[in-house]
């Protein structure tokens, strides 16, 4: 079984930009989309003929912001949105799909950003002690569960090109990385550092400033975390540079089981 997680920075966008060949030429079975920010009214009905999916979409109430959407070819089925948090209740900002195919449960996740403003970090950081409870009984189940999406947090120095210029920005702060520590010390297994092991990158995501994108130097913020079940029919992971030059400022994540 192949998944994807991928942030399109805008579904439309990403469809004019070669999104559908992209999916053509990856050949997954499941799609996780974050930041499509796009309602489906706004979205041609025809953009995914042929491709044979199932779409369930989450997005924001906001239009042209935030969300997410799950796809598969081997049947989808919704279990929940949001993580309950008292931020946003309703998870109207369209931050977490939980959706299950076959005995595999995805939970496709956009994290808030908290560098626009002091308030947005702390909301951010309120979510984050949130999510860490919330996801706790995914992790203990017996069956597949994954956990994926742009977490908008660069864990550890080789996540990201230039540690030392970016102590004070956030995605990089002391206490969001040592969130990240206690999540993964609460089990979940980080998929992609598993299998490319301790080396710089592969970044996922790069600024349109300067020479980032053409100097590959970017941030690792997007992940595929695995419970038990899923980490031991786990094969392989890709990032996917190219792809992400081409539609998007992320690269989707590639990720083989063999369930």
């Not at 540690?163 to 040592?178: K, Q």
Request: aromatic share 12%; charged share 20%; proline share 4%.
């Amino acid at each position: 079984m192949r998944i994807v997680s991928w942030n399109l920075n805008g579904l439309r966008a990403a469809i004019r930009k070669g999104l559908v060949e992209w999916m053509k030429q990856i050949n997954a079975d499941i799609w996780l989309f974050q930041e499509i920010r796009a309602l489906p009214e706004q979205v041609s009905p025809n953009w995914q003929d042929g491709l044979g999916f199932q779409m369930i979409w989450h997005p924001a109430e906001k239009k042209g912001y935030s969300g997410v959407a799950s796809l598969s070819k081997i049947g989808i089925a919704e279990l929940s949105r949001g993580i309950s948090t008292a931020l946003d209740p309703n998870d109207g900002e369209g931050r977490v799909l939980v959706t299950k195919s076959k005995n595999l449960t995805c939970i496709n996740i956009y994290l808030p950003n908290g560098g626009a403003s002091i308030e947005r970090q702390s909301y951010k950081d309120q979510w984050l002690e949130d999510l860490l409870i919330w996801a706790q009984p995914y992790f203990d189940s017996e069956d597949p569960v994954i956990l994926v999406g742009d977490l908008n947090i660069a864990h550890t120095e080789n996540d990201i090109w230039n540690p030392s210029g970016n102590r004070l920005t956030s995605g990089f702060l002391d206490h969001e990385r040592e969130w990240f520590d206690r999540f993964l010390a609460s089990g979940w297994y980080d998929l992609h550092r598993h299998h490319f092991g301790q080396q710089k990158g592969p970044y996922t995501w790069w600024s349109n400033r300067g020479q980032a994108r053409a100097l590959n130097r970017g941030w690792r913020i997007d992940y595929v975390l695995a419970n038990q079940a899923a980490k031991s029919a786990f094969k392989s992971a890709e990032v996917n540079r190219q792809a992400g030059l081409d539609c998007s400022d992320h690269a989707p994540l590639i990720i083989d089981f063999e369930f």
